[in-house]
């Protein structure tokens, strides 16, 4: 069966069988965030229940101040994720000013009983309504029929509380396998091909520049990839930065060098899976300096993959 996916607004109302449900923004879907998952689906065995996920359109900080916030995955990544697993029902409740106001049995009349969700899992941490007043304190003193409620403890590796935000911060200090393993998956970046500098082309190794949009830009370096286009996977060789070497520019790009590929792919989505980090970025003394790295860059990735 096909999961079901429902935009929320404070009038929705749907018509659903009972199910249980985590809730939160879920950014990566780490190993912290899988062990609510992993609830979820052993409570819908137990009690017959539909399996659920409830989320937000948005990071709840992004509205709140932080307007620049950076994310370690798309919404579609999720959903995809969701399937994968069985997931019957899919909550995106369209997240503003307004219903930042709610307070928190607003919130839980007009989201979770209302769509007849009768068992929550949420983490420990977990704060909703107006100034995070809702806790998991008030959510444990709700006299309810119908409605249970599972708080899962801090999830920990090696003593490290496993987090988004600290999973951003590995990202961000170029620790990609220590990050990989947290989200137990390649951390990936979906965008569009858009057109750059063509500078790489003009030295051997034409680049698809990739439109990284509001996702968490890793250490600027070398990377070896994966690269998925048109269904397709192909080798490749990214590179994060500022391309100091041929002419520095003012944003950090993505560009990818995917090995054994060349067509016109100018406004087509693609993905992109890092699989390890290389080398940082530097500056060389001449472009033909350049070339002769990205050549090594190029073997020691495919010798990688072999």
């Given at each position: 069966m096909v999961m079901k996916v429902f935009y929320l607004k404070p009038d929705s109302s749907y018509s659903l069988e009972p199910s249980v449900c985590a809730i939160g923004y879920f950014d990566g879907v780490h190993l912290g965030h899988q062990q609510l998952l992993k609830r979820v689906e052993k409570i819908a065995q137990v009690k017959n229940m539909k399996k659920a996920l409830m989320t937000f359109s948005c990071h709840p900080k992004e509205i709140l101040g932080k307007k620049d916030f950076k994310y370690l995955m798309s919404l579609q990544s999720k959903i995809a994720i969701l399937?994968?697993?069985?997931?019957?029902?899919?909550?995106?409740?369209?997240f503003n000013q307004d219903i930042s106001q709610y307070s928190p049995t607003s919130f839980l009349e007009c989201y979770l009983y209302k769509n007849n969700i009768e068992h929550l899992v949420c983490g420990f941490d977990f704060h909703f309504g107006k100034n995070g007043q809702g806790d998991t304190r008030f959510l444990k003193n709700i006299q309810k029929e119908n409605f249970s409620v599972d708080i899962i403890e801090e999830y920990d590796v090696d003593g490290?509380?496993?987090?988004?935000?600290?999973?951003?911060?590995?990202?961000?200090?170029?620790?990609?396998?220590?990050?990989?393993?947290?989200?137990?998956?390649?951390y990936r970046i979906s965008g569009k091909v858009i057109y750059?500098?063509?500078?790489?082309?003009?030295?051997?190794?034409?680049?698809?520049?990739?439109?990284a949009g509001h996702y968490v830009i890793l250490k600027k370096g070398v990377y070896g990839v994966y690269f998925y286009h048109d269904g397709k996977c192909y080798l490749g060789m990214a590179n994060v930065g500022l391309n100091p070497t041929v002419g520095e520019?003012?944003?950090?790009?993505?560009?990818?060098?995917?090995?054994?590929?060349?067509?016109?792919?100018?406004?087509?989505?693609v993905d992109v899976d890092f699989m390890f980090r290389v080398r940082d970025e530097r500056k060389f003394a001449s472009l033909d300096d350049l070339k002769q790295q990205l050549k090594r860059d190029e073997r020691f990735i495919r010798h990688y993959f072999d």
């Open positions: 399937e994968k697993r069985g997931f019957d029902y899919f909550f995106i409740i369209e490290v509380k496993v987090s988004s935000s600290f999973i951003r911060n590995k990202l961000e200090e170029g620790q990609l396998e220590q990050a990989n393993q947290l989200l137990s998956r390649p750059g500098l063509q500078n790489g082309r003009k030295i051997g190794f034409p680049t698809a520049n990739v439109d520019i003012t944003k950090i790009s993505l560009e990818v060098n995917v090995f054994d590929f060349d067509e016109d792919i100018y406004g087509k989505e």
